[in-house]
């Protein structure tokens, strides 16, 4: 069963950028319910996968759709999560996510640096839509994607220093700075660098962090990431700049510099996920562009 629903996942999900081992703790999680449909062979041809009260996927194979299949599914999980008492559903990101939303060519505000992936459209947000889920954010949510053949920013690399400010990798000694920054920017983020592989390894350690240095201070904070989301695909995300230190291009340089650390790696793509308005202009100094949203879907039960 769950060699066949990550099978599907991927069938039905080809541009999601998620580390395999995640993919399978998550379809794997005994805690997820899962409703499936099967045809006529037996074989596995949609379902909706859901935790607590979040649709983890929803998909239902291409020559099944427009049956009525993906309704059925969908009223299914809706009936469950009323059932075990919330009051709202979500699509997309919960405890953990598989994509954070919905997948859709859809933005719901202004966006720059755009080049969607092919064959990306508006029918699975429009088929939520229509089942009464609003995009719950006032922003677009998307990821963003860069082919490194097109990087041209070559003026800066790892170590250098520009405008007072060096932007250098984190070893062991700086991990409480690191912690400092990321409480100050975004609370959030500090879970995620608290993890001891990040700064030990003599630099040769993947995931690592990229900081940008005032004097003695961890003014920024960047993870940079080579093909553990796949082959030649390197990714930077989770940046951080405290606040004394926005608006400085703090956050430009250091993803330019982790993006040349990338190519000069050999990546051919690189790649950030899960991101809002504002930082399509920010990662577009780069080079990124904006490959995919997703709607935030939700719906009061
Ligand atoms: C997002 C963040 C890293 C930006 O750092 P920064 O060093 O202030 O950014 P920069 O000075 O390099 O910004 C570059 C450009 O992007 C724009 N920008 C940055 N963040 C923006 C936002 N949230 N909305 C709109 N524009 C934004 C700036 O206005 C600037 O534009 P301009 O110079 O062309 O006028 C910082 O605000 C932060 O730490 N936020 C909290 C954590 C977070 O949300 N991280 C992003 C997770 S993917």
Same mark, same amino acid.
């Given at each position: 069963?769950?060699?066949?629903?990550?099978?599907?996942?991927?069938?039905?999900?080809?541009?999601?950028?998620?580390?395999?081992?995640?993919?399978?703790?998550?379809?794997?999680?005994?805690?997820?319910?899962?409703?499936?449909?099967?045809?006529?062979?037996?074989?596995?041809?949609?379902?909706? $996968?859901?935790?607590?009260?979040?649709?983890?996927?929803?998909?239902?194979?291409?020559?099944?759709?427009?049956?009525?299949?993906?309704?059925?599914?969908?009223?299914?999980?809706? #009936?469950?999560?009323?059932? #075990?008492?919330?009051?709202?559903?979500?699509?997309?990101?919960?405890?953990?996510?598989?994509?954070?939303?919905?997948?859709t060519s859809?933005?719901?505000?202004?966006?720059?640096?755009?080049?969607?992936?092919?064959g990306i459209d508006d029918t699975?947000?429009?088929?939520?839509?229509?089942?009464?889920?609003?995009?719950?954010?006032?922003?677009?949510?998307?990821?963003?994607?860069?082919?490194?053949?097109?990087?041209?920013?070559?003026?800066?690399? $790892?170590?250098?220093?520009?405008?007072?400010?060096? *932007?250098?990798?984190?070893?062991?000694?700086?991990?409480?700075?690191?912690?400092?920054?990321?409480?100050?920017? *975004?609370?959030?983020?500090?879970?995620?660098?608290?993890?001891?592989?990040?700064?030990?390894?003599?630099?040769?350690?993947?995931?690592? $962090?990229?900081?940008?240095?005032?004097?003695?201070?961890?003014?920024?904070?960047?993870?940079?990431?080579?093909?553990?989301?796949?082959?030649?695909?390197?990714?930077?995300?989770?940046?951080?700049?405290?606040?004394?230190?926005?608006?400085?291009?703090?956050?430009?340089?250091?993803?330019?510099?982790?993006?040349?650390?990338?190519?000069?790696?050999?990546?051919?793509?690189?790649?950030?996920?899960?991101?809002?308005?504002?930082?399509?202009?920010?990662?577009?100094? #780069?080079?990124?562009?904006?490959?995919?949203?997703?709607?935030?879907?939700?719906?009061?039960?």
């Open positions: 069963m769950h060699k066949e629903i990550i099978m599907l996942f991927h069938r039905n999900f080809p541009f999601i950028v998620r580390e395999e081992a995640t993919v399978r703790a998550i379809l794997e999680n005994k805690d997820c319910n899962i409703i499936e449909k099967r045809n006529d062979t037996n074989v596995l041809i949609g379902a909706v $996968v859901i935790h607590d009260s979040t649709i983890l996927m929803l998909c239902v194979d291409k020559e099944y759709r427009n049956r009525g299949i993906g309704s059925e599914l969908l009223a299914a999980a809706e #009936a469950l999560v009323k059932k #075990a008492g919330y009051k709202e559903i979500t699509v997309g990101a919960g405890y953990d996510y598989l994509m954070p939303g919905v997948p859809k933005r719901y505000v202004a966006a720059v640096n755009e080049r969607l992936y092919e699975a947000s429009d088929f939520f839509t229509k089942r009464g889920y609003e995009h719950s954010w006032d922003c677009n949510c998307f990821d963003m994607r860069f082919p490194l053949s097109e990087f041209t920013k070559n003026e800066y690399s $790892v170590g250098d220093t520009i405008d007072g400010i060096c *932007y250098r990798f984190a070893g062991p000694e700086d991990a409480e700075k690191v912690f400092a920054c990321t409480d100050d920017a *975004y609370d959030e983020f500090t879970t995620y660098y608290k993890n001891d592989a990040l700064y030990y390894g003599d630099g040769k350690q993947n995931p690592k $962090v990229l900081i940008a240095v005032d004097g003695d201070e961890v003014v920024g904070t960047l993870f940079v990431n080579l093909e553990t989301e796949g082959e030649g695909l390197g990714s930077v995300g989770c940046t951080t700049v405290k606040p004394s230190h926005q608006g400085r291009h703090i956050g430009v340089n250091m993803v330019i510099i982790g993006t040349k650390y990338l190519k000069d790696s050999g990546m051919k793509e690189a790649y950030l996920g899960y991101t809002y308005t504002g930082l399509d202009h920010m990662y577009g100094y #780069a080079g990124y562009k904006v490959c995919i949203y997703y709607m935030m879907a939700k719906k009061q039960l």
